[in-house]
């Protein structure tokens, strides 16, 4: 793909039968042996869709060649507040995320797979190492990145109560030459029949993509989107964001984990690295929306004892000795559970003081939104097709 030159913005098959518009620009397949590696094919995350409560599993298949720096800073800044939107409607859903970079053959790797987690903080260290780079020749390897945005995602079973919702984002049409990689159309025909729905966002107007995208959209149960080729987020800064990103911080210091040694070892070396990531790599508006995330997410941390006895899954005084976070097993079972509610008071109070300068945060942003245009940009697009599509599965 040819990079488009931005000057202050680096930050940050398909033939659907015969409805797909054929579209190649000659180059010669690189031989199966020397093709970059992919990603290995995770191991699905088990779920209980049983369960009454609604769930959304969400997957960004994003280009991240040259030309796509401006979406991919776009799509750091407004990750969270996308998630928290959902998360905040009346039906309180759990929500997984997921990704997939790809770019193509002969580039640093055709693919890079992080599975659905309810480990936001994960999903976004692992958005905060895109970068854009390769391309060069304007087709990319899509049939791939749709096959493994499908197929190794580690997509849940099929449940009324859960929402499959995949978005394919890009500029470049799919190498129509790649007759080795799966077929976009069989790919996309198998995604309905998951009921997984597939939305295509194009970024920039290359004429030979829009029908390609709006083809796979349809054909996905989805919709189709045209926005700048920079991603076309706006990014508002407020008075509230940097006090917010401290309170989410002090939050994170709140983190206890448990079980065996080597597991409390890695919990702890995972969450500080995430912790100290955020805090030296991320935008202050990114580090607002994240720190509502963390007051209104039930399930914010992964292996925290206090978020699971909090929940309710898991009774503290079964929870063997040898198993119990340092500070808490030099005390009795009476004073362990006097500091346990103690922490849970204190996680309580930093909820607290985050939702109400949130909720001056949000009045501080409704007024300056209004001073601009009707938002067209990638942040927009999601918004609206998650608001539709989660309907039709009662999540409101």
Not at 322 to 341: M, Y
């Amino acid at each position: 793909m040819k990079k488009v030159l931005f000057t202050n913005l680096l930050i940050a098959g398909v033939l659907l039968s015969a409805l797909f518009v054929t579209f190649t620009k000659s180059r010669a397949v690189t031989p199966p042996d020397s093709w970059p590696e992919l990603a290995p094919s995770p191991t699905p995350n088990v779920i209980n869709t049983s369960s009454n409560q609604k769930t959304l599993e969400l997957v960004f298949a994003i280009d991240t060649t040259g030309s796509m720096g401006g979406l991919i800073e776009g799509a750091k800044q407004r990750v969270w507040g996308i998630v928290n939107e959902v998360m905040q409607s009346s039906a309180r859903p759990r929500v997984r995320v997921g990704l997939v970079a790809y770019r193509d053959r002969g580039d640093q790797y055709v693919t890079q797979i992080t599975p659905l987690t309810e480990d936001l903080d994960a999903v976004y260290s692992r958005l905060m190492d895109f970068r854009a780079d390769g391309g060069g020749d304007t087709p990319e390897n899509v049939r791939r990145a749709l096959a493994d945005a499908v197929h190794k995602a580690g997509w849940a079973q099929q449940s009324n109560n859960v929402a499959q919702i995949l978005f394919l984002v890009g500029d470049a049409p799919p190498h129509e030459d790649y007759q080795d990689e799966p077929d976009a159309a069989r790919t996309v025909q198998q995604a309905r029949q998951r009921d997984i729905v597939v939305n295509t966002i194009q970024c920039g107007n290359l004429a030979g993509t829009r029908p390609v995208w709006e083809t796979i959209a349809q054909t996905g149960q989805g919709q189709y989107f045209s926005i700048a080729q920079d991603g076309g987020v706006a990014v508002i800064t407020t008075p509230y964001d940097d006090k917010l990103g401290a309170l989410s911080n002090q939050m994170g210091g709140t983190y206890m984990t448990y079980g065996a040694g080597e597991v409390q070892a890695s919990n702890l070396t995972r969450q500080a690295d995430s912790e100290l990531k955020i805090l030296a790599g991320a935008a202050s508006a990114a580090k607002a929306d994240r720190a509502l995330n963390k007051a209104v997410n039930s399930r914010a941390y992964d292996g925290d004892l206090l978020q699971e006895v909090e929940n309710g899954r898991l009774k503290l005084e079964e929870v063997k000795e040898a198993e119990l976070p340092a500070e808490l097993k030099t005390l009795s079972a009476t004073d362990r559970k006097k500091e346990v509610d103690k922490r849970l008071a204190e996680r309580q109070k930093l909820r607290d003081e985050i939702t109400q300068l949130s909720k001056q945060r949000a009045e501080y942003l409704e007024v300056e939104r209004k001073k601009q245009k009707q938002p067209t940009g990638f942040d927009a697009a999601v918004s609206a097709a998650l608001k539709a599509q989660l309907a039709k599965k009662g999540i409101r």
